[in-house]
């Protein structure tokens, strides 16, 4: 079956930083794009960034500031990060991984088919 942990959030002051890490298994990584997806509170879901494992290439999501949160993979560890530096305080939401349903990325939910349960990103004044 196919698994997915996320970890390394937690709660930091403006303009701090976090990596956070999503081990899968279950699968090959380089033969999937993987996603991170984020929901605030009281907000709905929205992508953050989407990575082909791969190939490398990467999309970003549209309320994403480019280069305050780069996506990156290690495939010998089956592991994709999220790099979120400069952290403000609407960047506070529970934070998802997901595996696409392939190589392709996808901007929709339904474009994935493997959810983690998600780290959790406080982000304080």
């Known amino acids: 079956d196919v698994q997915l942990q996320a970890s390394g959030g937690g709660s930091v002051q403006t303009g701090g930083s976090l990596r956070l890490s999503c081990r899968v298994s279950?699968?090959?990584?380089?033969?999937?794009?993987i996603g991170w997806w984020r929901r605030a509170p009281g907000t709905v879901r929205e992508l953050v960034s989407c990575?082909?494992?791969?190939?490398?290439?990467?999309?970003y999501g549209g309320s994403v500031e480019p280069g305050r949160l780069t996506i990156s993979s290690d495939n010998a560890e089956n592991t994709v990060y999220l790099q979120m530096r400069d952290l403000r305080p609407e960047d506070t939401a529970v934070y998802y991984c997901?595996?696409?349903?392939?190589?392709?990325?996808?901007?929709?939910?339904?474009?994935?088919?493997?959810w983690g349960r998600g780290t959790q990103v406080t982000v304080s004044s």
């Open positions: 279950g699968v090959t990584l380089d033969d999937y794009a």
């Open positions: 997901a595996v696409a349903r392939g190589s392709s990325w996808s901007s929709a939910p339904n474009g994935y088919k493997y």
């Open positions: 990575i082909n494992a791969g190939d490398g290439e990467t999309y």
